[in-house]
């Protein structure tokens, strides 16, 4: 029901206007009430918000005249009413009727008033029935023991009624805004305990008027080590984000802007946790500010995985910058030995009749050795492609390794003469590596057929292994060139492969280090190099020793 009385009413003795009369000359307990009465506003806020039509009242006098008027007064005025007419009939009237107010006589015999009130305070079911004394006592003393009883306010008797009606609404009120602020407090504790982020409510004061059960969940910390401790929320901050955060938690007090902010706390137990914090200051329409409500989100393995995307992101990106230089290496590397090809050849068709044995001779030799550096350099770039796809075979088995290197230095030996290095095979015949035996053959023969390559005349290559438990480590000697501090840098890197001419300007495809680097990792190995130019180089690879 919602009535609008202007504040030029002619109607006085309607009931709002009596209200507010009486109300306004009224000292009650309730200074926050009298601030407002000076207008009909507060009286228009009563009847529109809160219509106490159908409210319980409970009258206890032993006085039969007085019980009469008031059940005759209130009844008009639209309560419902039960009478008793001692203290201890309105208690039994209290087990099985629950009334919204009561208006209680201080004199009856037996128990009185202040008794009676003490025990309504003490059951549960009633403590927050408010009770308005009926009393015929003046006395500051006697009104003071009625406030310690429980009581909420008194009437004099005898009874104005419009003083008591005024009274009864505003208590009526008080209670209905009381349940429903109980009932917005449960209902916000109840979203608050059960969600699932870290929720506070911190005042102004730095004190928390609530903290939810998950604080535990994300920091490790009871919300009671935070309630005891209100500095504790600070210093769960990480130290390299807590100045920043904090400032800005402190500064966001005063604004009525959300304040979103993510960053990093240190758990009880010393783990680092990515937090997402939104928080607004809690301020009201007179800008009186009670503190920062926050929400703070449990985002860590989002974080992870953001930041591993954002790694995966970089890495595709260098993937595709190397796999770009690389090819365009590729591209330099294939134009030189297609260029002595296609010239030679040319030669052999425009000139063939002119020219000698001995010169055609040359011209097919030059383009036999182009043939096959092209063929090297496709067939290395296949193979380095099934590697990188993961569609190589892999069959791994104990090798005898003394075995596998004199094989592939057989087929070194042809190169070997030509510039009449010594090779050595100079590995334990007991040792034995579990490794996968094309790859192992494909990895000697580069670092062999290398080694070959950048020795001089004369030189020397040999092939050692050391025991080292669980591994077998095997290296490539020579007494060659030597590889330059700058270019062994290079060295694995797919957009910096070196392809350099060896000592009797042999040709290579500059793969050779990058394909024995992932046949040794496929395995389980690693691979180094050491070299010192002018002085020669070691190239050192690991393998199992036994079946894992």
């Known amino acids: 029901m919602i009535i609008d009385y202007g504040d030029d009413c002619k109607n006085f003795n309607c009931f709002v206007c009596v209200f507010v009369k009486n109300f306004i000359n009224f000292k009650s307990n309730l200074t926050y009430v009298l601030q407002i009465l000076n207008t009909n506003k507060f009286a228009r806020y009563i009847v529109t918000h809160y219509n106490h039509i159908g409210s319980k009242i409970l009258v206890v006098d032993d006085d039969a005249t007085n019980l009469k008027y008031l059940l ?39 128990l009185d008033g202040f008794e009676v009130c003490r025990i309504v305070k003490q059951m549960e079911q009633t403590e927050d029935i408010p009770i308005i004394f009926l009393t015929a006592l003046t006395d500051t003393v006697d009104k003071v023991k009625g406030f310690d009883a429980g009581g909420v306010d008194y009437v004099t008797k005898p009874i104005n009624f419009d ?21 917005s407090e449960a209902k916000f504790q109840m979203l608050a305990d059960f969600s699932y982020d870290f929720e506070y409510w911190l005042t102004t004061k730095n004190t928390f008027n609530y903290v939810s059960p998950s604080a535990k969940r994300i920091t490790g910390y009871d919300a009671a080590d935070f309630e ?24 966001g007090l005063q604004s009525k802007d ?18 997402a914090h939104k928080s607004l200051a809690i301020i009201d329409k007179d800008g009186i500010n009670y503190g920062r409500r926050a929400s703070n989100q449990d985002i860590t393995t989002l974080k992870l995985v953001e930041d591993a995307l954002r790694r995966s992101e970089k890495e595709l990106k260098d993937a595709n910058l190397s796999k770009d230089k690389f090819l365009s290496i590729l591209a330099h590397d294939l134009k030189s030995p297609f260029t002595g090809l296609l010239g030679l050849s040319e030669m052999l068709v425009n000139y063939l009749n002119d020219l000698t044995k001995d010169e055609m001779r040359e011209f ?15 067939d290395n770039l296949l193979l380095w492609t099934r590697v ?29 003469l030509k510039k ?41 290559v040999k092939v050692t292994a050391n025991d080292l438990g669980d591994l077998i480590e095997i290296s490539v000697t020579d007494n060659g060139v030597g590889i330059s501090a700058d270019n062994l840098g290079k060295l694995f890197k797919i957009e910096s492969i070196v392809s350099s001419e060896g000592t009797n300007n042999e040709q290579g495809t500059g793969m050779g280090l990058l394909l ?7 395995q389980g190995g690693k691979i180094r190099v050491e070299s010192e130019p002018n002085l020669g180089t070691t190239i050192s690879f690991t393998l199992p020793a036994h079946v894992k």
């Open 258 to 275: 959300p304040l979103v902010r993510v960053f990093r706390i240190v758990t009880k137990n010393g783990e680092i946790r990515w937090i």
């Open 228 to 251: 005891n401790d209100p500095s504790l929320l600070r210093r769960i901050i990480h130290p390299e984000d807590r100045d920043k955060i904090w400032g800005d938690l402190e500064s």
């Open 364 to 378: 097919s030799s030059g383009i036999f050795e182009s043939a096959k550096v092209i063929y090297s350099l496709i």
């Open 516 to 522: 024995s680097r992932d046949f040794v990792e496929i």
């Open 420 to 460: 009449n290095i010594s090779l050595f095979n100079e590995v334990d015949p007991s040792f034995t590596a579990v490794c996968d035996k094309n790859m192992l053959e494909m990895i000697l023969r580069n670092l062999i057929s290398n080694a070959v390559k950048f020795t001089n005349y004369a030189g020397e």
């Open 163 to 183: 003083e008591l009606n005024a009274r009864i609404i505003a208590h009526l009120t008080l209670v209905k805004q009381h349940r429903e602020l109980k009932a």
């Open 72 to 110: 005759i007064r209130l009844t008009q005025a639209g309560f419902e009413i039960s009478q008793a007419s001692s203290g201890n009939e309105a208690l039994e009237l209290l087990n099985n009727y629950m009334p919204d107010l009561i208006l209680l006589d201080i004199k009856m015999p037996g």
């Open 388 to 416: 990188q796809s993961g569609r190589i075979d892999f069959d791994p088995k104990p090798r005898n390794l003394r075995q596998t290197v004199q094989e592939v230095l057989f087929l070194s030996e042809t190169n070997a």
